[in-house]
């Protein structure tokens, strides 16, 4: 059949120029992203319940929606946080749970909270579902506008933010940074006294004149028509002219009583700096599947097209640039690739000649272009997974072709004809290199198969090794023995009669003297190599490991958080300042500085920070990588010596789904004893030289100020509990009473005293209080019996329905979280615990600990099949026996490799340790095949060892040689480096094992007999 098919030259030639044109317009139109498109498996509910405290809020609405959400299905666990007025619940999703399957189940978790809804107090705003806060906005434009007002940046913001969505592959723009506008009614509490108007009154005038009614319609003739009394206030002279009556009778217009004035809501609830100045920020999200570094060019366009409307001063300003960063992964890619191809042809060309190595290489140019033809057809995108994975692939795409290439070279030398030549070690090889090559590909099954969110991050790189191995194999068996006849044209057939046999020559002569050594002393042999497989098992304990590798960015954060219950624009004042100082810095190229929470998830990898008024953050550009160790040192110095008061650390990119990487974990009922309990873990921590940004989850308690009311003394004087929190509202932030639509904008609007409190808490007695008929009011003091200062919890986490408090910390710069938590672990396991008391250690271990559970559960099934179709080749349970036996002995290089260099295994060195498996299993299978090949042949097994073992040397050497030589430039890379020490370090022993260690153990189990070895030596003593 394949003979038949080698003749279809036209066909052939057709398909080869197919797959050349194709794969380069594959690899143009290609969706090419800086990381994988995952989903985040969780939703956020968000309610809200004003004037509530964390506890209320805690009792009343979160635990009532807790409750109800934990009657859905699939849900791996529950944690919430309560703040005043605020219950934020997060849902998180088994990770079993697939993609397709995440719509319904948020179908299921809205029709639970809608029916929960019904249970909570009055007064409650929401809940809210949101399953998309996970979104990526993969760009992150700083936009400043120096010497104009706010109203007119934000409106050239805006127009900006409508142009960018006319450009083909933006799908959402979010704006961070605004100041919610608002509209003042302030009022002079003398003068609406002498006038006998109570500001409730202004409160009722507003209900009757603002609120939406159905004035219902009328029939005219066949006609129905709706009835209307107008809109909602649109405009501030409308509210101006509301008409306020008063009970004696008569009106009074409003704005001849009060000033009404547009103004910004108080308390600001975030604000953003470029480089010290003002600044909103749009973040841009990308259609799906899309090439970014396309709509980035659309975007640079748009750009230059803007430059004509908006005026000199608005500037923009790029934060983070997705598109640029898959551009330099993209050169990075194209570059590693360009070195790798012409490392793995240069060893082809020195090694089996100029002939051999370029008809391999051409083999290896056409397996990555149908790769990306393939990838383009499955809309599998180029981002930084996959593109290292086609890298990772590299040495191993050859491997076929040179087993077949090898195979046609030898037959040549040895006079088979030319034309059987040509098929005859396709032929011969195709069934054992595809059952080796299914084998490599299962190796990295587990991966695939791994549910959590680090094994779908990593899940392509199993994709596109599937599809390149296989690919490698089906042009190996056609394109290689096709294009040999063209290549090996000038190649000489040795005659029958002088039958040259290639391996005749001093070194194949040494090669088969060593093998001979170790078969003569198997026995002595084995023994040592378990030796050397128990010390390197027992020399594992000193690798060094981590979770996932961190990022070489140039670009890193500095989180700053002032003590719970500071003003946001303190926050915002010392990050500005702050800003100022570090732009004078020769490390530091440029600062963006957020308030109130982070601006948005701009890359998967980013950590974020939930909404906070005393967080703040610093997004810090310098020129390269090793800079950002530099400064990040020197400003958490800065703040520490200029800001004690502040809590700030140091964030670097990377995929790491914890908030700090070593957390411990208390669950309880008594929030007091949590504190407690975190408190000596926090002990523990300080007095750790290694741990550093020690803290807890709950933070410090913060003042409250309660004006204890007397329900006696307010009775005399028609006040209620209510009227005493809206006189509050009203003297403090404001008291809403409305909404102003103007476009599609809705401003609220305020009524306050035009002398608020502010910061005169001395004042607070005073404040005039209306009942809600009375004429004149009182002052505050005349209805409270005292004002208490108190300490309240201003957040409360709870984790399946408990309360939970973690206390948290860093390793110091250059310690690894596993030896920090080596540390820490013992001591802290001997705090006490009270009854009804649960501690769970959590952070990046416990991540780590679920990862590595979810890749090695499908390890055996991995393993099984691996099994079966090695039974299947060689239909002999010995030989497969022979050839897993190996696999324990890869640790032997993978332990030398890490202990040598003093580099950190990761996750994704482990998951090159699967990879390094099924290569050396793939290897003893091509050296078993020519063995059982040899058998065929009559040989006896002595012979066919020997034979297998000089005639394999080569393409074993050869393909281990290509692989490692070709991981090379991946040493450089943070994110691959471990897997490529791996590989490298694992296949250099793992050619010695195969070539040595298979022979030796093949023939002590089959229990060959070796006699004429010996014999042979005792004639050469004689």
């Known amino acids: 059949m394949l003979g038949r098919l080698l003749n279809q030259k036209a066909l052939l030639n057709t398909l080869l120029v197919g797959v050349l044109i194709g794969g380069i317009f594959a690899y143009f139109n290609i969706g090419k992203l800086e990381d994988a498109e995952i989903p985040i498996k969780s939703a956020v509910i968000v309610t809200l319940y004003p004037g509530a405290n964390a506890h209320e809020v805690e009792l009343e609405v979160t635990e009532v929606l807790e409750k109800a959400v934990q009657k859905l299905e699939n849900i791996d666990n529950i944690t919430s ?45 929401g809940p809210i579902v949101n399953d998309d806060f996970g979104d990526v906005y993969g760009i992150f434009v700083a936009v400043t506008g120096e010497g104009y007002d706010y109203d007119e940046f934000y409106d050239y913001v805006d127009l900006l933010r409508r142009e960018f969505l006319e450009v083909e592959g933006i799908k959402r723009i979010e704006l961070f ?45 066949s006609e129905r028509i709706r009835l209307s009394v107008g809109n909602k206030f649109s405009t501030i002279e409308e509210i101006k002219d509301v008409l306020v009556q008063v009970p004696g009778g008569g009106s009074f217009r409003l704005g001849d ?46 750009v230059k097209e803007l430059d004509t409307k908006v005026p000199v001063g608005i500037e923009m300003h790029n934060v983070y640039s997705q598109p640029e960063r898959v551009q330099k992964s993209i050169n990075g890619f194209i570059s590693n690739l360009i070195q790798s191809v012409v490392i793995v042809i240069v060893i082809l060309l020195i090694a089996m000649g100029v002939r051999s190595g370029f008809l391999i290489a051409s083999g290896l140019v056409f397996t990555i272009l149908g790769t990306f033809i393939v990838m383009l057809v499955i809309g599998l995108d180029l981002q930084r997974v996959s593109l290292s994975a086609i890298i990772v692939a590299m040495g191993m795409l050859v491997d076929n072709s040179i087993v077949v290439a090898d195979g046609i070279l030898i037959d040549l030398k ?19 290199l595809l059952g080796a090559t299914i084998i490599a590909i299962l190796a990295f099954f587990p991966l695939y198969m791994s549910p959590d969110a680090s094994g779908e991050y990593m899940s392509s790189l199993f994709t596109v090794l599937a599809i390149s191995l296989f690919l490698s194999w089906i042009f190996a068996m056609v ?39 170790s078969l003569s002393h198997k026995f002595v042999f084995s023994i040592v190599s378990i030796i050397i497989l128990v010390i390197s098992l027992y020399s594992f304990k000193f690798v060094k490991f981590e979770f996932m590798p961190l990022l070489d960015y140039n670009q890193f954060i500095i989180e700053y958080k002032l003590p719970k219950g500071s003003d946001l624009s303190a926050v915002e004042k010392d990050i500005t300042d702050i800003s100022k100082e570090i732009l004078n810095w020769d490390e530091v190229d440029q600062v963006a500085a957020a308030a109130g929470r982070t601006p948005a998830r701009y890359t998967l990898i980013r950590p974020m920070a939930t909404s906070d008024n005393s967080y703040g953050e610093l997004i810090v550009d310098t020129k390269d990588y090793e800079t950002t160790i530099v400064a990040g040192e020197k400003i958490l110095r800065y703040i520490e010596e200029n800001y004690p008061q502040a809590e700030a650390r140091k964030r670097i990119y990377g995929p790491i789904f914890t908030d700090y990487e070593i957390e411990i ?57 209510s009227d005493v929190a809206n006189a509050l509202a009203i003297g403090t932030e404001g008291l809403t009473v409305g909404v102003m639509m103007e476009g599609n904008s809705t401003l609220p609007i305020k009524l306050r005293l035009d002398e608020p409190l502010g910061n005169n808490v001395e004042k607070l007695t005073s404040i005039p209080v209306w009942g809600a008929y009375s004429q004149a009011s009182v002052p505050l003091g005349q209805v409270i019996e005292d004002v208490e200062l108190e300490w309240e919890n201003s957040e409360i986490y709870r984790y399946n329905g408990q309360r939970a408090i973690k206390a948290q910390c860093e390793p110091i710069q250059g310690y690894l979280t596993m030896e920090v938590e080596e540390k820490l672990r013992p001591v802290i396991n001997e705090i006490e615990l009270p009854d009804g008391y649960t501690m769970e250690w959590k952070g990046s271990r416990e991540s780590s600990a679920e990862s590595q559970a979810n890749l090695f559960k499908f390890l055996p099934l991995a393993l099984g099949l691996m099994l079966v179709i090695v039974i299947a080749l060689f239909n002999n349970l010995k030989q497969s026996l022979v050839i897993f036996m190996i696999f324990p002995f890869a640790f032997i290089g993978i332990v030398v490799g890490f202990v040598s260099t003093g580099a950190t295994l990761n996750f994704i060195g482990i998951i090159g340790a699967l990879g390094l498996i099924g290569m050396m299993i793939k290897n003893s299978i091509v050296l078993l095949d020519e063995i059982n090949i040899n058998l065929k042949l009559g040989k006896t097994q002595l012979k066919s060892i020997t034979m297998a073992a000089i005639s394999r040397l080569k393409p074993v050497v050869m393909a281990s040689a290509t692989t490692i030589l070709g991981m090379v430039p991946l040493l450089f890379d943070v994110m691959f480096q471990s897997m490529a020490i791996t590989i490298i370090f694992g296949l250099l022993f793992g050619t010695i094992i195969t070539l040595l260690v298979v022979p030796v153990l093949y023939a002590t189990i089959i229990k060959v007999d070796i006699s004429p070895i010996l014999k042979t030596k005792e004639l050469k003593r004689k």
């Open 257 to 302: 009583i009060a000033e009404v004035n547009r103004s910004f809501y108080e308390p600001k609830r975030e604000a953003l700096t470029f480089n010290g100045e003002r600044a909103i920020s749009m973040a841009m999200s990308t259609e799906s599947g899309v090439n970014v570094i396309r709509v980035g060019g659309l975007i640079d366009e748009k």
């Open 177 to 221: 940074g605004i100041q919610t506008e608002a509209v003042d009614i302030e009022f002079s509490s003398e003068k609406l006294a002498s006038l006998s108007i109570n500001p409730m009154m202004i409160v009722q005038a507003m209900n009757d004149q603002g609120s939406v009614v159905d004035p219902g319609s009328i029939t005219s003739g």
């Open 81 to 125: 946080r309560s703040l005043p007025g605020y219950s934020e619940i997060t849902v998180n999703i088994e990770t079993s749970v697939t993609t397709s399957e995440m719509p319904q189940l948020w179908d299921h978790l809205r029709r639970k909270v809608a029916a929960a809804k019904l249970s909570l107090p009055q007064g409650v705003n």
């Open 414 to 432: 040895r006079g088979v004809d030319r034309k059987k030549a040509f098929t005859a070690s396709a032929k011969k090889t195709a069934v054992p």
């Open 665 to 721: 974990q208390f669950m309880g009922p008594d929030p007091a004893v949590l504190r407690k309990l975190a408190d000596q873990a926090k002990t523990i921590m300080y007095n750790e030289p290694t741990a550093t940004s020690v803290t807890d989850n709950w933070k410090n308690q913060v003042k409250v100020l309660n004006p204890e009311y007397s329900v006696e003394q307010a009775r005399r004087v028609g006040i209620s509990r």
């Open 479 to 517: 394109q290689t023995p096709f294009m040999a006849s063209r290549f090996y044209r000038k190649e000489a057939n040795g005659t029958k009669a002088e039958k040259k046999d290639p391996f005749n020559n001093k070194f194949y002569r040494k090669f088969k003297n060593l093998i001979h050594y």
